[in-house]
């Protein structure tokens, strides 16, 4: 089987290709990707629990914890205490981290309307709909099922 014509591979090369280029770009602003896409998923107004973070974006806990500290002493965001749950803190961006999430988010929109600019709505759609397949066939286990007690 030729590697470049699965899917797999296709998937792999090309979010590779994304995530180089977006950390390229961080880079000229001292950032990375991953500082890029933490700042975007805090609420810009009201700052987001950090228990919600991770499953928000995906992210194991220790890996978090460690851009979060990152972005802390850089001055990007800050640690609030949850007034509704004083077990928990909010993370909320400081002026600072509004202002390099604003360039991260034109980035975001530069990069999606450079490839809607040369994709059809159709193309487009029919890139969410394989996506979206393949994120349900994974969910509900239906390529592999419980691969738990097998050797892979």
Known sequence: MDKSKTIDHQLRATWQAVAKMYNEQASKHDSTMAVAFVLLN??????????????????EPTSLSRILKSMEDKGLIVRVKNPDDGRSVIIKLTEFGKEKREISKGHVFQFNNKIRENLTESEINSFFKVTEIINKLIADKQIYGDMSSEAV
């Open 42 to 59: 805090i609420d810009f107004e009201e700052g987001t629990p950090s228990t919600a973070l991770g499953p928000l974006m995906g992210m």
